[in-house]
């Protein structure tokens, strides 16, 4: 009976010693794969260095890369020069690093998954810095924002001067070795008939033209909805 009793106290204590010595379940990290795309790298948010890098991210397993073109008010770099970007990913967090442009080298750190804004921005924040060389930048804050694909049919509502309706349709193209996307498209205005354009998308910005002309007739920024655009001589908004 004795023993009986001893073994009964004790279940409880052994009990204690099991719970504390047990781990408690941890909660992992959850890794977020980057989309590839199109993007636009704002450095230097808020500072009076602030510009971006308009280009291309393509991702295979970890690792990531692109080519990106930096427009900035400085003129460091041509804006019309390559820059190759290489990196990986791990725990929600995009690290990329460029080959060397002016003497500098940019590293981006940002931090996963893009999320939408008020304005339907897909965007993700982080951190830049530009080290050495005629573009150095100090760390600062980064934006990096995903660009919608222009593909698709649009209706334009123009607004300015007058207000007029027309469509567009535009084929956006796989990017090319300098991080754009070419195009090509048709835009019918009012009272007159279909024109086929040509162009480029790059950042966020489409600039389609006739061969003939060649300065575009057809610009357009799809950084946040509605899409803005200039076209058949006035301007306003086009939607899907």
């Given at each position: 009976?004795?023993?009986r009793?001893?073994?009964?106290?004790?279940?409880?204590?052994?009990?204690?010693?099991?719970?504390?010595?047990?781990?408690?379940?941890?909660?992992?990290?959850?890794?977020?794969?980057?989309?590839?795309?199109?993007?636009?790298?704002?450095?230097?948010?808020?500072?009076?260095?602030?510009?971006?890098?308009?280009?291309?991210?393509a991702?295979?397993?970890?690792?990531v890369?692109?080519?990106?073109?930096?427009?900035?008010?400085?003129?460091?770099?041509?804006?019309?020069?390559?820059?190759p970007?290489?990196?990986?990913?791990?725990?929600?967090?995009?690290?990329?690093?460029?080959a060397?442009?002016?003497?500098?080298?940019?590293?981006?750190?940002?931090?996963?998954?893009?999320?939408?804004?008020n304005?339907?921005?897909?965007?993700a924040?982080?951190?830049?810095?530009?080290?050495?060389?005629?573009?150095a930048?100090?760390?600062s804050?980064?934006?990096?924002?995903?660009?919608?694909?222009?593909?698709?049919?649009?209706?334009?509502t123009?607004?300015?001067?007058?207000?007029?309706?027309?469509?567009l349709?535009v084929?956006?193209?796989?990017?090319?070795?300098?991080?754009?996307?070419?195009?090509?498209g048709t835009?019918?205005?009012?009272?007159?008939?279909?024109?086929?354009?040509?162009?480029?998308?790059s950042?966020?910005?489409?600039?389609?033209?006739?061969t003939?002309?060649?300065?575009?007739?057809?610009?357009?920024n799809?950084?946040?909805?509605?899409?803005?655009?200039?076209?058949?001589?006035g301007?306003?908004?086009?939607?899907q």
């Open positions: 009976m004795r023993s009793l001893r073994l009964f106290l004790l279940l409880p204590v052994a009990t204690l010693i099991a719970c504390g010595g047990s781990s408690a379940p941890t909660i992992g990290t959850i890794a977020y794969t980057p989309v590839a795309g199109d993007y636009v790298i704002t450095v230097g948010v808020g500072t009076a260095g602030q510009a971006n890098f308009n280009g291309n991210l991702v295979s397993g970890t690792a890369s692109g080519v990106f073109r930096y427009a900035n008010v400085a003129a460091c770099v041509p804006a019309t020069q390559d820059i970007f290489t990196g990986s990913f791990a725990n929600s967090v995009l690290t990329l690093t460029s060397s442009f002016s003497n500098s080298v940019a590293t981006f750190t940002i931090k996963l998954p893009l999320s939408n804004n304005i339907n921005q897909q965007i924040s982080g951190t830049s810095v530009i080290a050495g060389g005629t573009c930048l100090a760390s804050t980064l934006q990096a924002q995903l660009i919608p694909t222009f593909n698709g049919n649009w209706t334009v123009l607004t300015s001067p007058s207000a007029a309706t027309a469509t349709q084929t956006q193209s796989a990017a090319n070795a300098d991080g754009q996307f070419p195009a090509s835009i019918t205005c009012a009272g007159s008939g279909p024109t086929a354009l040509t162009g480029l998308v950042g966020a910005s489409l600039q389609l033209a006739t003939a002309q060649g300065s575009p007739i057809v610009t357009a799809n950084s946040a909805v509605p899409v803005t655009v200039s076209a058949c001589g301007t306003g908004t086009m939607t």
